[in-house]
């Protein structure tokens, strides 16, 4: 189904090449359905070139969407270009005050190792992510973005002494669940170099804070939930395409880091996506889920 972007926006050629139909207006949206309107925040390095995994992801879906995308105030986005963010991204208060939010994507960052309250924008996006939870009907949070989310339900990570890098398995744990994965095992990429034990997971499950919903014998908890579905928590990225995942390692090399190894399963000389059915389920469901619950509200 299409995605609204900006005319001239320079990912149109490259996403209608992979079969995703690019609008540049509202009036090209077909009218019997309701289109979606998902914000991005977008802190991941290289922003502009990161945009088009969530794309080509949210592209693949079944429903008309239109992707907003938000800069926080108080993020310098030292490594991303400035006139491509005033361009085509905005403000939060911006954002919401034009239309409503169906659903919320909170990206990575690379600050996994830098405590929540060190983080120089932590206390912009608390207060969004706090005002999303009661008033947006999802917030999907990705690796670091799925720790930000913990952190504010009072769930603690803990910091890795290597960084888990590569593409693991991982086991569905609830195939009737409407956000979770249809296939009993998928491949998905992890890159952090923090998470969460089992034990802390499977505790705060015992005490009613969240849903399990999938787990890898290797990465542990990678997805779940608040009771209330409102939080959407993916450890991994599967968003990625297999060149992201080259480029990480690439990075890692230059930069010369001893707690960093070559990432397990997966051949930077051979790039194969293998996660690529769980990233279009993911996405698929999760906005089928949206459609269904906002169009109540």
Request: proline residues 4%; contains cysteine; negative net charge.
């Amino acid at each position: 189904m299409p995605l609204l972007v900006n005319d001239g926006f320079r990912l149109i050629s490259a996403l209608e090449e992979l079969n995703v139909r690019c609008l540049r207006q509202a009036g090209e949206w077909e009218q019997d359905l309701r289109t979606l309107r998902i914000g991005i925040i977008n802190l991941m390095p290289l922003a502009k070139e990161y945009e088009f995994n969530l794309l080509l992801s949210l592209g693949r879906t079944e429903l008309q969407i239109e992707p907003v995308w938000i800069r926080l105030n108080t993020h310098s986005y030292h490594s991303s270009d400035e006139r491509h963010l005033s361009q085509h991204y905005v403000t939060f208060a911006e954002a919401i005050s034009r239309n409503y939010l169906d659903g919320l994507i909170l990206t990575g960052a690379p600050v996994d190792e830098i405590p929540f309250q060190q983080v120089k924008y932590w206390n912009e996006l608390r207060q969004i992510l706090t005002f999303a939870r009661t008033r947006i009907a999802s917030t999907i949070g990705l690796c670091w973005g799925a720790m930000a989310l913990a952190h504010l339900i009072g769930i603690e990570r803990v910091s890795f002494q290597k960084k888990l890098f590569g593409v693991f398995e991982t086991r569905n744990l609830d195939r009737t669940h409407p956000l979770s994965d249809t296939d009993d095992r998928f491949w998905c990429p992890q890159s952090r170099y923090a998470g969460f034990t089992d034990e802390s997971l499977e505790l705060a499950a015992w005490e009613g804070k969240i849903n399990l919903l999938a787990h890898s014998a290797d990465a542990g908890y990678v997805i779940f939930e608040t009771k209330d579905h409102c939080y959407l928590m993916h450890l991994g990225h599967p968003e990625y395409n297999s060149r992201r995942l080259v480029d990480e390692f690439l990075r890692d090399q230059l930069l010369k880091r001893t707690d960093v190894g070559p990432p397990i399963n997966f051949d930077p000389a051979c790039p194969v996506n293998c996660w690529r059915a769980h990233r279009a389920t993911f996405f698929s469901r999760w906005t089928n889920y949206l459609y269904k619950t906002t169009s109540y509200i």
